[in-house]
C-alpha cells in the first residue's frame, strides 16, 4: 500500500541552525511529492512540491527539497530557520490510480525552535 | 482570491446533536477533499469529489457521517448523531485533477461533548 513516513515525531533546532526534515515514501510508481506546513490553529500552506525533471526543489519561506529516488526521500530543508517557522510540516505524495484521489499524507514533524 | 472557506471555525456540541460543517472551494478547482485531523490518527481523508461527484468515500468512518456537494462552490459534511469521539478538527480543501497541490481551508475545529 502507498505511504509516506516521516520518522521523526519532533525536531528541536536552533535558530539560525539549518535544518533537515526527513520524508520516506513507497509507491508503486514516483509519486508526486509535497511538503504542507501548518501553523497552530491554521490550515495547511503548501512549501513545494515535485513532479518530475529536477530533483532539488526550492520553495516558499527559504524551503528546498531534494527528491532521491535510489533512497526513496523527499527530505525538507533550510539553511537557516527562523523562529516563526516553529509549526508541523506534513510530507504527503499521490500518484494517479493509486485508490482515493487524494494526497496521502504523513503523520508530521513537530518543530520547535530554541533561542 | 479568499481561499478555501470553511465555517464555522469553531464548533461545540452535545453528543447526539447534529453537526453540519461548510465549505466553499476555490472558483475553478472541480476537486474537493474533506480531511480529519486529530493526534492520535493525523490526517485522514474521509471524501473527496470531482465535479461534485463523490469519489471515493472509503475513508469515512461511518454511516453517521454524510457528505454531499450541491454545485460547484459548496460542500458539506454532516454528522448525525454525533459523539465524543468525533472531536477533531475537520479540513476542506480543493484543487485541480493530478495532484497538482491543494490548498487547504483553516478547518473547523469541532467538540462534542
Known amino acids: 500500500a502507498q505511504s509516506v513516513t516521516q520518522p521523526d515525531i519532533h525536531i528541536t533546532v536552533s535558530e539560525g541552525a539549518s535544518l533537515e526534515l526527513r520524508c520516506n515514501y513507497s509507491?508503486?510508481?514516483?509519486?508526486?511529492l509535497f511538503w504542507y506546513v501548518q501553523s497552530p490553529g491554521q490550515g495547511l500552506q503548501l512549501l513545494l512540491k515535485?513532479?518530475?525533471?529536477?530533483?532539488l526543489v526550492q520553495g516558499i519561506k527559504g524551503f528546498e527539497a531534494e527528491f532521491k529516488r535510489s533512497q526513496s526521500s523527499f527530505n525538507l530543508r533550510k539553511p537557516s530557520v527562523h523562529w516563526s517557522d516553529a509549526a508541523e510540516y506534513f510530507c504527503?505524495?499521490?500518484?494517479?490510480?493509486?485508490?482515493?484521489?487524494?494526497?496521502?499524507f504523513g503523520k508530521g514533524t513537530h518543530l520547535i525552535i530554541q533561542p | 482570491d479568499a481561499g478555501v472557506i470553511q465555517s464555522p471555525r469553531h464548533e461545540v456540541t452535545e453528543m447526539g446533536q447534529e453537526v453540519t460543517l461548510r465549505c466553499k472551494p476555490i472558483?475553478?478547482?472541480?476537486?474537493l477533499f474533506w480531511y480529519r485531523q486529530t493526534m492520535m490518527r493525523g490526517l485522514e481523508l474521509l471524501i473527496y469529489?470531482?465535479?461534485?461527484?463523490?469519489?471515493?468515500d472509503s475513508g469515512m468512518p461511518e454511516d453517521r457521517f454524510s457528505a454531499k456537494m450541491p454545485n460547484a462552490s459548496f460542500s458539506t459534511l454532516k454528522i448525525q448523531p454525533s459523539e465524543p469521539r468525533d472531536s477533531a478538527v475537520y479540513f476542506c480543501?480543493?484543487?485541480?485533477?493530478?495532484?497538482?497541490?491543494?490548498?487547504f481551508g483553516s478547518g473547523t475545529r469541532l467538540t462534542v461533548v
Open positions: 504527503a505524495g499521490w500518484t494517479q490510480g493509486g485508490g482515493a484521489d487524494g494526497l496521502t
Open positions: 509507491y508503486g510508481a514516483t509519486p508526486y
Open positions: 469529489f470531482n465535479n461534485n461527484v463523490p469519489i471515493d
Open positions: 480543501a480543493s484543487g485541480r485533477p493530478g495532484g497538482s497541490g491543494y490548498t
Open positions: 515535485y513532479f518530475s525533471g529536477d530533483t
Open positions: 472558483s475553478g478547482h472541480n476537486s
